[in-house]
């Protein structure tokens, strides 16, 4: 218990000097980007937000400041946190294709199921020029946001349950199955 109890109040206090460095470090820079997504720190996107951080951060001289928001610290749900990606109060939202096509249609066509045979392809389509169309589209469209990139964190169309394995349609039956508020998503379920 003394160990468990050690442990904590060393992570406390490593969290909280970490959090009054980046503090004092956002009060010296000239800019601050702020990152929110809805995941956990555990989550590929804090990893990969902490990479950008890192790069901003070192290649400005102290000129920018990267504040990272996971778990809804800084917006509670999708749909706020477009809405401050778009009011300019937030400067980087990790979104799903899903939260994208609820802001710019045509990107909805990636969330359709089964449309690339595995990852490798669906990463190809990503680094090709059908995501400059996208870029594109959202200038043309007057969205206030720029699409920075669409990778692959979650897998394509995969069911998660708790109680039994989905290998067909028929093991869907009669489960409650929850979805982020999209809408070819809800419909495939």
Same mark, same amino acid.
């Given at each position: ?38 995941g956990s720190p ?10 950008? !951080?890192?790069?901003? #951060?070192?290649?400005?001289? @102290?000129?920018?400041? %990267?504040? *990272?928001?996971?778990? /809804?610290? &800084?917006?509670?749900?999708? !749909?706020?946190?477009? #809405?401050?990606?778009?009011? @300019?109060?937030?400067? %980087?939202? *990790?979104?799903?294709? /899903?939260? &994208? ?24 389509? &990503? ?63």
């Amino acid at each position: 218990m003394k160990k468990k109890l050690t442990s904590l109040l060393a992570a406390t206090a490593l969290t909280a000097s970490a959090a009054l460095s980046s503090a004092s470090a956002a009060l010296a820079a000239d800019y601050t980007i702020k990152i929110a997504f809805l995941g956990s720190p555990e989550d590929e996107d804090y990893d990969g937000s902490m990479v950008f !951080k890192d790069y901003v #951060e070192s290649r400005s001289n @102290g000129r920018a400041a %990267v504040e *990272i928001y996971p778990s /809804g610290q &800084f917006c509670g749900n999708e !749909k706020e946190c477009l #809405e401050n990606l778009q009011a @300019g109060i937030l400067e %980087v939202y *990790i979104t799903t294709i /899903g939260g &994208f096509g609820n802001v710019f249609g045509p990107g909805q066509v990636l969330d359709l199921p089964y449309m690339f045979a595995n990852d490798r392809i669906a990463e190809c389509v &990503f680094d090709g020029p059908f995501v400059n169309e996208l870029r594109a589209g959202v200038l043309a469209e007057g969205i206030p946001m720029r699409l920075m990139v669409i990778s692959n964190t979650g897998g394509w169309r995969n069911f998660g349950t708790t109680t039994k394995l989905i290998k067909t349609p028929e093991d869907v039956k009669g489960l409650k199955i929850r979805t982020i508020p999209a809408e070819i998503q809800q419909e495939l379920v």
